[in-house]
């Protein structure tokens, strides 16, 4: 938390692991087993007889850390917010226009078509998030991207947490059955630059949503 929120900044030197291991009240292979987490998390950089300093995660961090990042020790952050729906809105357009010029069979598009048809037939509106979030995964799976596979794993850990909350707000999506079944017919035609317009205008609007309610 100390580093993330710039309490420790990079370059800093953090206490020995004998030091930490008291002030924690642990012992010291608990201290060794955390500042490997650490290391792996591009938090900080142990070097042998040099200790172990903080590093600039926003260099050297990855995507597991933007659960901690949307969510601090203050609150929510909007600013991390804003930049998951904006990549969540690039991803899934290119995701879509990947899907649709990958060449999916007609086995592929029938399920798709069920997808769709899965969030239009929910009974509410967590229910349509969570069809609708079944929907985006099984587009990612149909693009073949394996980053682009990564990068929403990464984004379904952020958002999916707070489902319960968000609902609301992306209903302006999750009811719109029409843009669904413009992205579901785009891909299963093969027509990438139709499959990517209907995924913009779709999750525009989710986007335009969550940040009209950070504002307010």
Known sequence: DRIIDGELPAGDALPSERD?????NVSRPT???ALAKLVAAGLVETRQGGGTTVRDYRRFGGLDLLPRLVLSRTGLDARVI???MRTRLTLGAQAAQQAALSGVTDQQAARLRSLAQ???AADDAVA?????VVFWDEIVDLSGSIVFRLL???LRAVYEPAVDALAGVLAVESTRGDLHD????????GDGDAAHAAATELLTLGSDAVCTALEA
């Open 128 to 132: 349509r998030e969570l069809a609708a």
């Open 20 to 24: 930490l291991a008291e002030r924690l």
């Open 31 to 33: 201290v060794r087993a």
């Open 152 to 154: 929403y794993n990464q």
């Open 182 to 189: 413009a992205i579901t017919e785009a891909i299963a035609v």
């Open 82 to 84: 804003r930049d998951v």
């Open 118 to 120: 899965g969030i239009a």
